[in-house]
């Protein structure tokens, strides 16, 4: 703990200097409010993508080249019938240049069946000719149409790709740059094509895609600040009933305010843009604001009905609160920052964010409260206190936590911990990063956008793409008949995959133009192994269907090409075995001067995604508990306190992916920060309990006389504080979406496990223990070395996991208990 001079000198700065700290503050809002304007809600793609990975790198490099991973699809589907007729081509035609219209599209990547790089490659009199399928115009008449439907079956990359097997629908795909996407646009655009496509009352339209899906997230900006709102509202319902003074009511709430100017000011002047999806967390922020308020405000109540004194009162309460508040800051606001170990720009941001949040707490509430308190009237005399039904439930719950920290009951409680421990560690195995599609992991599967992605996964190839690059060596290596043979083997043998449902490359196209140079015989559609039959279908490629034609599969030099393999869904098995195939594929089959390199498309980036997130989630839980562990050790100066306050965070940890796994939540890029954040959220709880557990067994010598006196007193405030944090997720159970339902029930559960363990957990440790600290400095030393150095040993081994640090930590303590028995025990002989 810090020394009480220390805490003493800096609240009587406080209140000497109050005008001059007051002037400080309020020019450090005004800069920060007018950068908080710039900040905006909206989500950036490029924040998604660790730019370190190796496939990030790939993508970043071909793209211009090949093409964004961001498609939209859109299905026209014809109600009767099939859609090889006048009307619904023309439709498709329609809505093809409306999505070319659309800002942020890639006028380059746009493809449909009306579209003129979808060509009809046929024998002509002596010569070959690639005219588009839709040539020279939409169609007029039923006999316009037939030429159309008899070019998508006797031309490749049309059936099943762009029209539906049963022809009842047609599928229009379109790449948006990640830096051009207008969300509010999109969204807007698309729900207008629908509605007029759909006037007639012939068609049907579906839209997906990776752009619609955050087009759909944007579009829920209005749900997000109805909830936010209803959340506030409540919030200054359950101050009034708690405090019954306008005073309890506003400084928490300004306290609030203020550390929510200052963190998205922070974020404006930085250029950080806020991901809706992360909001959820960020109101959680705020209630935290609110809980060490509300902590500080019960304490201040407290001295002064003991003291009778303003001044005398808020240096009592404030020297009480000093070290568990700022220790409690301190240890949320390092465990949030330490997400930022993820090289994901969106996990990074958050960190910043959040945590430089929490620390604004210390400014917020331990720096302003005193000098608020200083300067505003002493709280009333209440007749009513005590007798009020809300004091009634508050001390009868409290009675209740009394009553479990003793006797058997400690064991039961303790013993529950341990079952949610082991009950956590045995799920938590079986949750895997990425198992369903991002699509439905954010929205039900009933929602009109999965709908839709269902929709073109049934009827199409696919809506997933994963893009593999050949890439050569030299100029014109993709032309040599080995690299073509070797381009061909490689699709066929992904094709083997379950969830495959086509494949399209350079190599489709080669087989059917050699096809029609032997009149068309279906048994030469082949790869030749003649160099000079490649170099005459090349030829043909350049001079009939266009170098700007087959860009996606091939670049205008001939030394890069492209193979898509298209999945009709996927999940983490999915992801992974795909990336293992093509490994082995490029390590079984090398080529000389052609490299294959991984991975492109939607499934490349996801498995980046998911490689860089597993990892980083792994070190970040390390992180945390390393660091909380360290600020709780040197403020009680033991191993056995530190472990006392951090065992409802370590079996929080477990219990958060056994929940995840059970709920069936998909552990992602989005959902697995949210669950980090409520592992450590909850430990300040346990912070003030323990810390005034020690106070008062300063007073009384007695533990179980000191846990009722904390329950009583400190327990009162956690309680309410709880359910306030609580209140601050618990709306977002019915917001429309099912992340942020979902995550609300999971952080309300967490939220609740730390409640429960702040007050019968740690009470009851405590009292079955009965520890002894501070520890002198010299037997802290030797205990600093006993964890330090086989820590360091365990990390330059790379054995270093949550499990090995912990058992060190359990050993290190055991230790430490039985010294403190002892030495305890001597005394009392001395004595």
């Keep these: 703990m810090l020394p009480r001079s220390w805490m003493e000198a800096y609240i009587n700065f406080l209140l000497k200097f109050r005008w001059y700290v007051l002037a400080a503050l309020t020019l450090a809002t005004l800069f920060l409010g007018f950068h908080a304007a710039k ?34 699809s859109v299905v026209i589907e014809a109600k009767e019938g099939d859609i090889f007729n006048v009307h619904s081509i023309n439709q498709v035609d329609k809505a093809t240049r409306y999505v070319l219209e659309t800002a942020g599209v890639n006028p380059y990547q746009i493809m449909s069946l009306t579209h003129p790089k979808m060509r009809n490659i046929q024998i002509s009199g002596a010569a070959i000719t690639a005219y588009p399928i839709m040539y020279p115009a939409p169609p007029k008449t039923a006999d316009d149409v037939k030429p159309i439907k008899k070019a998508v079956y006797t031309n490749e990359g049309v059936h099943r790709f762009y029209v539906a097997e049963d022809n009842t629908s047609a599928l229009i795909t379109a790449g948006f740059w990640e830096e051009g996407i207008d969300f509010e646009n999109l969204f807007s655009r698309m729900e207008t094509l629908k509605a007029e496509l759909e006037a007639d009352g012939q068609h049907r339209v579906y839209v997906t895609g990776f752009p619609m899906l955050y ?59 806020i991901d809706p999806l992360v909001l959820v967390v960020l109101v959680l922020i705020t209630a935290r604001a ?50 930022a170990v993820a090289h994901i720009p969106l996990i990074q941001k958050l960190a910043y964010v959040s945590s430089f949040w929490i620390f604004t707490i210390s400014i917020s509430v331990v720096t302003l409260h005193p000098i608020i308190l200083y300067f505003i009237p002493p709280p009333p005399n209440d007749p009513k206190s005590g007798h009020r039904f809300s004091d009634k439930l508050y001390n009868t719950v409290n009675r209740f936590m009394v009553k479990i920290s003793y006797g058997g009951y400690r064991w039961a409680v303790i013993g529950s911990f341990s079952v949610a421990l082991l009950g956590g560690m045995f799920y938590a195995q079986f949750l895997k990063i990425g198992d369903v599609s991002i699509g439905k992991a954010l929205l039900y599967d009933t929602h009109e956008y999965n709908v839709s992605y269902d929709k073109v996964n049934d009827q199409f190839v696919g809506a997933s793409r994963l893009i593999v690059i050949a890439e050569g060596q030299r100029e014109g290596v993709i032309k040599d008949p080995e690299a073509l043979l070797t381009l061909e083997k490689f699709q066929r043998y992904m094709q083997e995959q379950e969830m495959v449902g086509g494949s399209i490359s350079i190599t489709t196209w080669a087989r059917r133009l050699y096809q029609l140079f032997q009149l068309g015989i279906p048994k030469w559609a082949i790869i030749p192994n003649n160099p000079r039959d490649v170099g005459n279908i090349f030829y043909q490629f350049l001079n009939t269907v266009g170098s700007d034609d087959l860009d996606r599969f091939i670049d205008k030099t001939s030394t890069n090409a492209t193979v898509t393999i298209y999945y009709k869904d996927y999940n983490h098995a999915t992801v992974t075995g795909s990336i293992a195939m093509a490994e082995e594929f490029i390590y079984n089959n090398p080529v000389e001067d052609l490299n294959f390199r991984l991975a492109g498309g939607l499934l490349g980036v996801l498995a980046a995604i998911n490689d860089e997130v597993e990892w980083s989630y792994k070190w970040n839980l390390i992180l945390v508990m390393v660091t909380v562990f360290t600020l709780s050790m040197l403020t009680y100066a033991s191993v056995v306190g530190a472990l006392i306050v951090m065992i409802p965070s370590i079996v929080a940890q477990p219990l ?14 989005n959902s697995l920060p949210v669950a980090a954040v409520g592992i450590g959220i909850g430990i300040d709880y346990g912070y003030y309990v323990l810390s005034r557990i020690v106070e008062e067994y300063q007073k009384f010598g007695d533990h179980d006389r000191a846990i009722e006196e904390a329950l009583m007193t400190t327990g009162r405030a956690i309680m309410f504080t709880g359910t306030t944090l609580t209140v601050s997720v618990i709306f977002w159970i019915f917001f429309p979406m099912k992340f942020q339902s979902e995550m609300a029930v999971l952080l309300t559960l967490l939220l609740f496990f730390h409640v429960v363990g702040a007050l019968a957990f740690i009470p009851g440790t405590v009292s079955l223990l009965k520890p002894r600290f501070p520890l002198p400095n010299k037997v802290m030393l030797v205990i600093l070395a006993c964890i330090a150095i086989p820590s360091a040993v365990l990390v330059y081994t790379n054995y270093a996991d949550l499990l090995s640090l912990g058992i060190l930590a359990l050993v290190v303590a055991i230790g430490e208990h039985m010294w403190s028995t002892r030495h305890n025990i001597g005394m009392e002989l001395r004595a």
């Design 215 to 273: 087009a759909w997230v944007f579009s829920y900006k209005n749900a997000i600040l109805f909830v936010i709102g209803l959340t506030t509202l409540v919030i200054l319902g359950m101050l009034w009933f708690y405090f019954r003074t306008f005073t309890g009511v506003w400084v928490p709430l300004f306290s609030g305010l203020l550390s929510s100017v200052w963190a998205l000011g922070f974020a404006g002047y930085f250029g950080f843009n």
């Design 656 to 669: 958060s992916e056994g929940l995840m796994y059970a709920m069936g939540i998909d552990a992602n890029i």
């Design 290 to 339: 609110l809980s060490h308020s509300v902590q500080s405000m019960e304490r201040y109540h407290e001295e002064y009905h003991r003291l009778q004194d303003k001044q005398e009162a808020i240096l009592s309460s404030y020297l009480s609160l000093f070290s568990p508040a700022l220790v409690s800051i301190a240890s949320d606001g390092l465990a949030i920052l330490t997400l």
């Design 39 to 72: 900040m905006q809600v909206q989500p950036n793609f490029f924040d998604f993508y660790p730019p370190t990975h190796e496939y990030i790198q790939l993508y970043q490099e071909y793209r211009r080249m090949f093409g964004t991973a961001n498609i939209l």
